[in-house]
């Protein structure tokens, strides 16, 4: 090393000779904290007091090892740094050394330590999200069953009544909207406007059992449409509306689907003019305690979807009927 030192032209306080001292002692410094790293990885699992001790013991003998090789080095550069001109001793300043060391071996751990807690915080937000899926998965596949035996309960009974025309358009209805769900991952969303495509087969179906008794009003601001919302998100209200009110009115009545954004929410409501809500079911905050599948379902989607980002609200619509509002975040593609 001396002699590289040596093949420099000018004498050796020249700012090139301190530059290249300097730098080779820092190669020599970094290839003894690469034997440190490589001895810290071989016992990381050997528990915290052994790390401690391989640790502080290897910070010493990296010291010992790098401080007379560092001082050969730079002692034709640097000598006015260093007190072993006056007799000659190669281990000056290794006091400071073993404190570079070991201000490295901590930091080396620091970010160790740092990084085994960001891979177990990774770990965590993916058992999270997994968990939350399958929750989702379980939920949707809930509701098609759910679903599914209604329109069967209403075929069977169409077939009883001897009324096979209106039977058979059920069947091939059903058949429409089961094909056009399964197009479509339980955990997809799509725009409001797709949704309401999908929940138009639902209401053809019901259609064929209520005739002219089913009236519809939709009213959807061209921004709504494109708002994003979970599948199957409308069908469950718009059963809830037939089944609590125009199944309980012998001329039928109208579902009202209105939506529009506000203040960067989508508010979506489906209304019905029927007996509206009954009391006992109606807290202070006009939030129904419903223990039906498919708006337990709603309500549970929704909270693992949003969170506490949204709301679920029934209120006694004017003058008569039931209105379900759902408040959720405006998303678009």
């Known amino acids: 090393m001396r002699l590289l030192l040596e093949l420099l032209p000018g004498p050796p306080e020249s700012i090139l000779d301190r530059v290249f001292a300097f730098s080779l002692s820092a190669a020599v410094g970094i290839i003894v904290t690469a034997g440190l790293r490589f ?13 401690f001790l391989i640790g502080w013991f290897g910070s010493i003998f990296a010291a010992l090892i790098w401080t007379p090789i560092r001082n050969y080095i730079v002692e034709p550069s640097y000598s006015e740094l260093f007190i072993f001109r006056n007799g000659n001793n190669l281990f000056a300043g290794v006091e400071g050394t073993v404190l570079l060391m070991m201000t490295w071996s901590a930091l080396y751990f620091i970010i160790k ?32 069953p759910h679903f599914l035996f209604n329109t069967l309960n209403a ?85 809830n509306c037939i089944k609590h009110g125009l199944s309980k009115n012998e001329n039928g009545g109208t579902i009202r689907i209105f939506a529009e954004i506000i203040d960067g929410l ?52 004017h003058p008569h009927g039931l209105t379900v509002r759902v408040e959720i975040p405006y998303e678009r593609d």
């Open 39 to 51: 001895i810290y990885r071989a016992a990381w699992n050997k528990g915290f007091i052994v790390r």
């Open 113 to 144: 330590y740092y990084q085994l807690l960001q891979v177990e915080r990774e770990k965590s937000l993916r058992s999270e999200a997994l968990a939350r899926e399958a929750q989702l998965l379980m939920l949707r596949y809930q509701l098609n």
């Open 155 to 239: 075929i069977s009974t169409l077939v009883l009544s001897r009324s096979t025309e209106q039977a058979n358009a059920m069947l091939t209805k059903l058949s429409k909207f089961l094909r056009y769900s399964l197009d479509y991952s339980p955990l997809d969303m799509v725009s409001l406007a797709h949704e309401l495509e999908t929940s138009q087969l639902y209401l053809d179906i019901e259609k064929v059992r209520f005739a002219e008794r089913l009236k519809l009003d939709i009213d959807i601001s061209a921004e709504a449409q494109t708002a994003l919302v979970p599948t199957l998100l409308l069908q469950p209200l718009i059963e």
């Open 266 to 317: 989508l508010l979506l409501e489906v209304t019905d003019d029927g007996p509206g809500l009954p009391a006992e079911t109606e807290s202070t905050e006009g939030i129904a305690s419903s223990s039906g599948v498919g708006i337990s379902n709603i309500r549970n989607r929704l909270n693992e979807i949003y969170s506490s980002n949204h709301k679920l609200v029934f209120a006694d619509a």
